[in-house]
Each structure stands twice: as structure tokens, then as C-alpha cells.
Nanobody, 123 residues
Framework: VQLVESGGGSVQAGGSLRLTCEGS????????MGWFRQAPGKEREGVAA????????YYADSVKGRFTISRDNIKNTVYLQMNSLKPEDAAMYYC??????????????????WGQGTQVTVS
């Protein structure tokens, strides 16, 4: 399984970006897909997760109401729409995939596959 993120970039505070994670390889029928971020000097934190089976989404408190995760099962693609961006949202954003259903925002170790990341800068 390979995951490739895209859509990062530089934006002013209050702006929007849409991240895309395209998956390929041997996908299970049911996955938990997640987005994480890591800023310099900080630990990687979970931002959002979505069940490919139900579409149920889970969010960190810091992004609720501003970020939306969605998926396209036909394309094996997951999106992260980020609105009202703040300087504290600046980080490297990573896509992750793990077999089985999501029932909450998963921890790092609960994911099996990771992308290389896409940089988000907010000024």
C-alpha cells in the first residue's frame, strides 16, 4: 500500500487549503484513514480520521468546525478540507491508513501505512 499526499502550500491566516491523499496497492475493503500533522519541535498529532465503510469522521478539538475529512472509496482517496487556517495549523501533514473500522481518532501506532507528507505554511 502506498499513500501520496498533495495539496499543501503557503496560505495567509484565514485562508483555505485542500489536502489529498491517494492510495494504491492492496487495500482492504474497510479502512480507517487519518490525517496527522507535525510542527517543528512538536510531537505528531492526530487531526482527523474517517471510516471508509461508514464515512463517520472524527476530529481533534483544535480543528473541529474548521477542517473536514472526506473520502472517495472508488478512487481510494481521502481529502482534508482546511478552512479558517491559523498560524498554529502550520505543519507537515501526513496521511495514514490502517485496516479495520474507525471508532474514534486513532493513535499513531494504530495505523499501518504512512505517506511522505505535504507541508502547510500559514502566515
Amino acid at each position: 500500500v502506498q499513500l501520496v499526499e498533495s495539496g499543501g502550500g503557503s496560505v495567509q491566516a484565514g485562508g483555505s487549503l485542500r489536502l489529498t491523499c491517494e492510495g494504491s496497492g492492496g487495500f482492504y475493503s474497510i479502512w480507517c484513514m487519518g490525517w496527522f500533522r507535525q510542527a517543528p519541535g512538536k510531537e505528531r498529532e492526530g487531526v482527523a480520521a474517517i471510516s471508509t465503510r461508514t464515512g463517520t469522521a472524527y476530529y481533534a478539538d483544535s480543528v473541529k468546525g474548521r477542517f473536514t475529512i472526506s473520502r472517495d472509496n472508488i478512487k481510494n482517496t481521502v481529502y482534508l478540507q482546511m478552512n479558517s487556517l491559523k498560524p498554529e495549523d502550520a505543519a507537515m501533514y501526513y496521511c495514514a491508513a490502517g485496516p479495520g473500522d474507525c471508532v474514534r481518532l486513532r493513535k499513531e501506532y494504530e495505523y499501518r501505512y504512512w505517506g511522505q507528507g505535504t507541508q502547510v505554511t500559514v502566515s
